[in-house]
């Protein structure tokens, strides 16, 4: 008899608190934030990840009344700042901004010293910033069908550049390659421009780059921009088509940016953070702001955006794997 009222009692807690925790969960989530939220970046101030945060984390400070404190970590690739993140407390008061280099550098090593999918939880997509594939005028290409059937005429002549192995930039090289047939060497270089620079010197031949750092060169004719890499045009250089477009059938490419918080974070506080995002990218200065990166405003649910990130890492694994590229 003893026994089984126990065993009663242990059910009925059980039961009660299955009630209490989503309430408590919704609790959590009218209270947040109530103190400032630190927002993690892997690169230096001025990059388009800082950017992108410092953006987001004044309007979030400006609707909630608590600091934003932007942290900047730079150091191998990201990976100090995504290690610090995947250990924080999941109570929605450490994030991290992220680009697509976060999937990428998951393609890149077996081990690191968090899991990828399994130590994050999606926040929310903030935007795509379209890549532009160039070379310089005098090369001879203007458009992509003319630089494969230059690049497939010198075979083993051809080099492309990018920031660095494993970066978004170089997949986005590697894809190119695959796709058409192409044999072009990696070039990495310091940064996104020198890369570029490369290309108008002559000592390679193409390049992906962020439309932001290609499109006044372009248009001052020390470029020529012959593709985006995104499934659609870039809002700001709408002239140019998609290597898609351009007759590289199945070539899909869109460097993105999106925010993370640890794992186990409760649902509620990401939905709210989420939702707010998706505020703050409609608003006229904002898009703006965005505009001027090239960035184009892509919030998504927490959902969505570790579906994405799952599919990202899964497509760039395939990029690494084709390509047989080992990290340096």
């Given amino acids: 008899m003893k026994l089984g009222f126990t065993?009663?009692?242990?059910?009925?807690?059980?039961?009660?608190?299955?009630l209490i925790l989503p309430v408590c969960g919704s609790v959590l989530a009218q209270s947040y934030p109530n103190k400032p939220i630190r927002m993690m970046i892997g690169f230096s101030a001025g990059s388009t990840t800082d950017v992108l945060a410092r953006t987001v984390g004044q309007k979030m400070a400006e609707t909630w009344g608590q600091q934003v404190v932007?942290?900047?970590?730079?150091?191998?690739?990201?990976?100090?700042?995504?290690t610090t993140v995947a250990t924080a407390a999941p109570d929605g008061y450490t994030l991290l901004m992220v680009s697509a280099g976060h999937a990428a550098t998951a393609a890149m090593f077996t081990k690191l010293p968090y899991d990828t999918l399994k130590d994050f939880a999606g926040v929310s997509r903030v935007a795509n910033v379209p890549s532009i594939l160039v070379v310089a005028p005098s090369l001879g290409a203007k458009s992509v069908k003319e630089l494969i059937a230059l690049a497939k005429a010198k075979p083993g002549q051809f080099n492309f550049s990018s920031p660095g192995v494993g970066s978004a930039n170089h997949l986005a090289g590697e894809l190119f390659k695959n796709l058409t047939g192409v044999r072009a060497v990696h070039v990495p270089y310091k940064g996104i421009p020198e890369a570029v620079t490369a290309v108008i010197s002559g000592a390679v031949q193409f390049n992906f780059s962020p439309v932001v750092n290609t499109l006044a060169l372009s248009r001052d004719?020390?470029?020529?921009?012959?593709?985006?890499?995104?499934?659609?045009?870039?809002?700001?250089?709408?002239?140019?088509?998609?290597?898609?477009?351009?007759?590289?059938?199945?070539?899909?490419?869109?460097p993105w940016f999106g925010i993370l918080a640890p794992a186990k974070t409760p649902k509620d506080i990401l939905t709210k953070l989420s939702r707010e995002i998706a505020r703050?990218?409609?608003?006229?200065?904002?898009?703006?702001?965005?505009?001027?990166?090239g960035a184009e405003p892509a919030p998504t649910t927490p959902e969505g955006f570790d579906a994405h990130v799952r599919t990202e890492v899964a497509k760039?694994?395939?990029?690494?794997?084709?390509?047989g590229i080992k990290p340096e």
Wanted: hydrophobic share 50%.
């Fill in 280 to 293: 703050i990218l409609q608003l006229p200065d904002v898009k703006e702001r965005l505009l001027a990166l």
């Fill in 7 to 18: 065993r009663g009692n242990r059910i009925i807690r059980l039961f009660a608190a299955a």
């Fill in 221 to 254: 004719g020390k470029l020529l921009a012959l593709a985006a890499s995104t499934g659609k045009r870039s809002l700001i250089q709408p002239e140019v088509p998609t290597v898609a477009e351009a007759g590289v059938a199945g070539y899909v490419f869109d």
């Fill in 70 to 82: 932007v942290d900047n970590r730079p150091g191998a690739g990201g990976i100090s700042a995504s």
């Fill in 316 to 323: 760039f694994r395939k990029i690494v794997q084709d390509a």
